[in-house]
């Protein structure tokens, strides 16, 4: 997943081909493809100001995804970014 702050990614695709739907702790909203069931991305239901969502980039054409910058996080041990 890339994660973004609410609203600075726009993500396209056909509506009729996408089910979303809201588990868990109703705070996120999660779109699936129809036909093979992977999640696109999800976003917050009460975007606020900070909000993030997040972008399955794996979907993506791999020319695409090399162009992202990638921040490696040691959530492990010290929850710190690694870069």
């Known amino acids: 997943m890339g994660y973004y702050e609410f609203g600075t990614?726009?993500?396209q695709g056909h509506?009729?081909?996408?089910?979303?739907?809201?588990?868990?702790?109703?705070?996120l909203k999660n779109?699936?493809?129809r036909t093979c069931g992977i999640v696109t991305h999800w976003e917050p239901l009460d975007s606020?100001?900070?909000?993030r969502h997040g972008v399955n980039l794996r979907i993506f054409d791999p020319e695409l995804l090399a162009s992202v910058p990638i921040r490696r996080f040691d959530g492990?041990?010290?929850?710190?970014?690694l870069d």
């Open 31 to 33: 779109v699936r493809c």
């Open 9 to 11: 990614v726009l993500v």
């Open 48 to 51: 606020e100001p900070g909000a």
């Open 15 to 27: 509506p009729e081909n996408t089910q979303e739907y809201v588990c868990g702790d109703r705070t």
């Open 76 to 81: 492990a041990d010290t929850w710190t970014f």
